[in-house]
Structure formats: C-alpha cells, structure tokens
C-alpha cells in the first residue's frame, strides 16, 4: 500500500542531505516499518533531480532503483495529463501530480511546502515536513 | 536462536529444517502455511533492511525515536481521517 507521496522539495531535500532531511528519512523508515510504500511522482522526481547537483542526483537515481517494493516511482498516467496541464498555472506540475496519486492511493502528500496544496486539498491529507 | 538444516527440493525452492524458540514456533500452529507465513516474513523483513541500508548509504542517520513519531503522528493522521469520512457519512 501506497502510505505517503513525496513531492519535488522532501526529494530533492532528502537527496541533498540537508540538516532538514532526517524528518522525511525517518517518513520512509516509518513507512517501510510497516511494508507500506512511499510513492515518488515522476514530475516530483524530476523537477527535484533538475534542482539537485550532481552528487545529489547520484543518490535520486539511487533512491528510486534500491527498494523497489518500499519506493515506488509513479509514472503520469496519460489521462491526468490534462489535469496537470490545466492546473500548472495556479500549482507546480510536481505538487498536482503528488495530488493526483494521493487522491489514487488514499495517501498523505508529504512536502517541505504544503501551503500551495492547502487550496486543492484537506489539510489532513498533508504533511508539513520540518 | 534459530537453527536450520537445509536440502535442494527443486531449482525454485530449498526444503528447510529449522528451529525456533517456542513462543515463536506457537505462531505458526495457527497459520494454514507455515512456509508461506516464513517466506513471507523473510521478504518482509529483508525489504526493511534493504531501506535501512539504502538510507544508511545516503548519509541519513535515522533514530528510533523519530520513526516512533512517525508511527504516532501518521496514526494520528489516519484517526483524523476516518472521524472525516465517518461524519460525511453521516
């Protein structure tokens, strides 16, 4: 099962290592704890992997081939295609895909910055990581 | 202490003698299939450590207590969400 949905910041903050990760390490340990799965959007993947230096996209490639069962990359399917495309003016392309899968899986979008999700989703399905 | 004696069955699958402390073995006295029950919990547990490696090679040091926060706050998270749904059901 598909528990949390990472978006492009917990990515690519994850990937550079920086003091903030340990809260979204600890998310993927937590989730693995209990056989469930992170998902990863592929826009996520990739609009972090473009913020990332190299080194940090080292580890992304890393991040998404290690544990398949636990890290789960998620393609855009093309039927949300133009969901996306509709909403990339008033949200990043990466947080409508991360809302896209959290709406398919029943899961939390977790983010170092929920607040532009706030308008197109409960509060209660996100996760402020810290 | 688990202590195991193996022989090759087929290509696909190794027929184990194994032996487990009794509070452990107890479980399986309740379970249709015993080897299923194992080999799932082998792939379970193998899977965790293959995270717990992957993080330890990313740098990331994870603590018990941190994950335990997560377990809280996600179960909490989970409790909001069914008292949402039950009352729209309402």
New interface residues.
């Given amino acids: 099962m598909i528990?949390?949905i990472l978006d492009a910041s917990a990515i690519a903050t994850?990937?550079a290592?920086e003091p903030d990760?340990?809260?979204v390490?600890?998310?993927?340990?937590?989730v693995?704890?209990t056989?469930d799965a992170v998902g990863v959007p592929a826009l996520a993947f990739i609009a972090a992997f473009q913020a990332s230096s190299p080194e940090a996209r080292e580890?992304l490639e890393?991040?998404v081939s290690?544990?398949p069962?636990?890290?789960k990359l998620l393609a855009l399917q093309g039927e949300d295609t133009p969901t996306v495309a509709s909403m990339c003016d008033d949200l990043a392309a990466d947080k409508v895909h991360a809302l896209i899968e959290s709406s398919r899986y029943d899961a939390?979008v977790a983010s170092y910055d929920v607040w532009p999700m706030a308008r197109f989703a409960?509060e209660?399905?996100l996760?402020q990581l810290k | 202490m688990i202590l195991c004696d193996e022989r090759m069955v087929d290509g696909m699958t190794r027929k184990l003698s194994i032996s487990l402390p009794d509070d452990v073995a107890k479980v399986l006295d309740d379970v249709d299939n015993a080897s299923a029950y194992i080999a799932e919990a082998i792939v379970m547990r193998r899977e965790r450590d293959t995270v717990a490696a992957m993080l330890k090679r990313h740098g990331h040091v994870v603590t018990a207590e941190g994950v335990a926060a997560w377990r809280e706050r996600l179960a909490e998270m989970d409790r909001r969400k069914a008292a949402r749904r039950a009352e729209v059901e309402k």
């Fill in positions: 528990r949390v994850y990937a290592r990760s340990m809260s390490s600890e998310l993927i340990a937590q693995a704890e056989n580890v890393d991040f290690s544990a069962q636990s890290i939390y409960h209660d399905d996760i």
